[in-house]
């Protein structure tokens, strides 16, 4: 198992930009496949953004596609999720995910190693 810690989230404007990291604990960190879901009130968490161990792939929810990137650093253990033109509804608490065997995405929400989440809030 992997320790997962997130940072970075807060309050900010429409339009505004935010990155989240999240910082995993062990050595093996760059055989995971690492994700992004994010949970707003009274709803399901969902999928959000993974990167593969390599980083040679990435994939995307459709609501966050073009506006969200995705990225880590092997070295620094260390997974990133920059978030540019935010809008209201991206408000939620965001959760780092890492899946030693799939990669993370709407179907794969029970397994894996789990973060304790940041919350992130887009004012109107």
């Known amino acids: 198992q992997v320790r997962l810690i997130e940072s970075g989230g807060g309050l900010v404007q429409a339009g505004g930009s935010l990155r989240l990291s999240c910082a995993a604990s062990g050595r093996t960190f760059r055989h995971y496949n690492m994700g992004w879901f994010r949970q707003a009130p009274g709803k399901e968490r969902e999928f959000v953004a993974a990167?593969?161990?390599?980083?040679?792939?990435?994939y995307y929810a459709d609501s966050v596609k073009g506006r969200f990137t995705i990225s880590r650093d092997n070295a620094k253990n260390t997974v990133y999720l920059q978030m540019n033109s935010l809008k209201p509804e991206d408000t939620a608490v965001y959760y780092c995910?890492?899946?030693?065997?799939?990669?993370?995405?709407?179907?794969?929400?029970?397994?894996?190693?789990w973060g304790q989440g940041t919350q992130v809030t887009v004012s109107s």
């Open positions: 990167i593969t161990w390599s980083g040679g792939s990435t």
């Open positions: 995910n890492a899946n030693l065997v799939q990669v993370p995405g709407s179907t794969t929400q029970g397994s894996g190693s």
